[in-house]
């Protein structure tokens, strides 16, 4: 079993800046990809920003150049640095990973709980 624990979210100013945090922990042989997806009310979860195991990133257009997705060195730990946040990006943000698990080297998806992003105009 895997369990991802997000941390950093809250209200903010539009303008502002907030630091998103994933912990990953359990038992598997490693994770291949680490994301953040976020959720609005009245619509659907949406890809925000994702990072490979080699550091590939791949961000939505509408984060580019405000959003800065990373990994932590023991590749466990995602963050997403959020600069210049505006109205629209008031969501519960998830973290997600793709584990590769040390059974047969199944491959699943984990989610976090999720972490409340405002921003406030």
């Known amino acids: 079993q895997v369990q991802l624990v997000e941390s950093g979210g809250g209200l903010v100013q539009a303008g502002g800046s907030l630091r998103l945090s994933c912990a990953a922990s359990?038992?598997?042989?490693?994770?291949?990809?680490m994301n953040w997806y976020r959720q609005a009310p009245g619509k659907q979860r949406e890809l925000v920003a994702a990072?490979?195991?080699?550091?590939?990133?791949n961000y939505a257009d509408s984060v580019k150049g405000r959003f800065t997705i990373s990994r932590g060195n023991a590749q466990t730990t995602v963050f997403l640095q959020m600069n210049s946040l505006k109205p629209e990006d008031t969501a519960v943000y998830y973290c997600?990973?793709?584990?590769?698990?040390?059974?047969?080297?199944?491959?699943?998806?984990?989610w976090g709980q999720g972490t409340q992003v405002t921003a406030s105009s």
């Open positions: 997600n990973a793709v584990v590769q698990l040390r059974t047969y080297g199944l491959v699943r998806d984990y």
């Open positions: 359990g038992s598997f042989f490693r994770i291949n990809a």
């Open positions: 990072i490979t195991s080699g550091g590939s990133t």
